[in-house]
């Protein structure tokens, strides 16, 4: 990788301890932010599968409603149909 002149020129001019200073605070900010991005990661797979928990909780709830649900309904026409049946009989 080459630097443009005006980089190579600027890093010319600066003393060798303050070049290998910058050097080592370029290496600790990066494995902090490497740090920081693998934690983020970690709470984001939490959150992920505590997300999949309560949608699986969810559809179980919904699948109970739904039935109680279409119990009701079932019920509901059959006594209206009965009603019907015994008018006409």
Do not use: Q
Not at 58 to 76: A, Q, S, W
């Amino acid at each position: 990788m080459s630097l443009p002149p005006a980089e190579r020129l600027y890093k010319k001019n600066r003393n060798r301890f303050r070049l290998l200073d910058d050097h080592v605070r370029s290496g600790v900010n990066f494995l902090s932010t490497a740090k920081a991005i693998t934690r983020e990661w970690k709470w984001m797979g939490e959150h992920v599968m505590e997300f999949e928990m309560k949608k699986h909780e969810f559809l179980v709830k919904r699948e109970k409603f739904n039935k109680k649900h279409g119990r009701l309904e079932l019920e509901k026409l059959l006594n209206e149909k009965w009603h019907v049946i015994n008018r006409c009989g």
